[in-house]
């Protein structure tokens, strides 16, 4: 069948909407009609080269449809079933699976990074030649097929887009908060970065009981939209935000930092606005090539702790559906991250709004 796709063929080059061929599902695969995908940062990293991919691919690692074929040995989910797309699911068997550490499981990351589905192949062509699954799910598309393993069926009642959200960043900002940070009542925490995952980590540490949230941006226009989320202050992130954090705590520092840019810079700095004893989550990926210094005698005299939090941080299949149910329930206003809706045809205005720092989430929604 014929698919409408985002292409990226070239880093550092703007991506390409295209008409690609796209097979049919085969043993253990799903064939699913896309109704929203999320345009994320991750994404950027692809295209800038911030990160490695294999190319030429089809972008896309947020996303949400409904399942329309299925191949042979399908179990898990059936033709109508709605679900979001896991772009790291596990498999159940491998030494981080076996010690309840599905999200860091082996067999997954290879698979999703290799560019194929779990047989070693692509189900996408050019004029013959293979292109590449982004993550092994690359959602952005109008169809695209994946492994069932990468299904997780949604509740009638969760939007297309929100489940997408939900796929990736929102389950990334909120298990810096609750898993990583392990926030509780009446903690402190200050979130560098109100982008997606920044402010889905607000949402996170409102939902875990936190006290005092303080969100930090360099762009002031995104104070009302973290407060909507949950944070009890905004400050614009300039060089005296860190003595604001020291003063207004009597110079002790907050519980928990989530420094949610991936600025190495960043993360050196904000380690000063750590309480003794307490810690600091990265969840902001930087550039591979780069480091993070630290004075270490400060940091071992003063027990904090510094901690990477990668995806959900938990069971990424799990998350998903406790997830929902906390949208559902009124304790993630996930809708309230989404600033703008753009057609495929209009990707490139979607990740240049996002490349502003001044929108939410940016959703492609499909027809």
Known sequence: MQ??????????????????????????????????????????????????????????????????????AVERVRVGDRVALNWIPSCGNCFYCSRNQKHLCSEGLQRIWSGYLQDGTSRISRDGQPIMHYCGISTWADHMVVSEASCQRIPDAVP?????????????????AVHRGELSEGDSVAVVGAGGVGLSAIMGARMSGAQRIIAVDRQPDKAKLAMDLGATEFLVADDGAINKVLDSTNGVGVDVVIEAVGNTGLQESWLQAV??????????????????????????????????????????????????????????????????????????????AMLTGTEGRTVIKFD
């Open 160 to 176: 297309f887009e929100v489940a997408a959200l939900i796929g990736c960043g929102v389950a990334t900002g909120v298990g810096a």
């Open 275 to 352: 309480r003794r004893g307490g810690t600091l989550v990265c969840v902001g990926i930087p550039n591979e090539s780069e480091a993070t210094h630290i004075l270490t005698a400060d940091f071992i005299r003063s027990e904090k702790s510094i901690k990477g939090s990668y995806y959900a941080a938990v069971d990424s299949a799990k998350a998903i559906d406790d997830l929902c149910v906390a949208y559902l329930d009124g304790y993630l206003p996930i809708e309230k991250l989404i600033s703008k809706r753009v057609p495929i045809t209009e990707v490139q205005q979607g990740l240049d």
């Open 3 to 72: 698919i409408r796709a985002v292409t990226l063929n070239t880093v550092g080059e703007p991506v390409q909407v295209e008409t690609l061929e796209l097979a049919q599902p085969l043993s253990g695969e799903v064939l699913v009609a896309m109704g929203a995908a999320g345009i994320c940062h991750s994404d950027q990293h692809a295209i800038s080269g911030h990160h490695g991919a294999q190319i030429p691919c089809v972008l896309g690692h947020e996303g949400a449809g409904e399942v329309v074929a299925i191949g042979p």
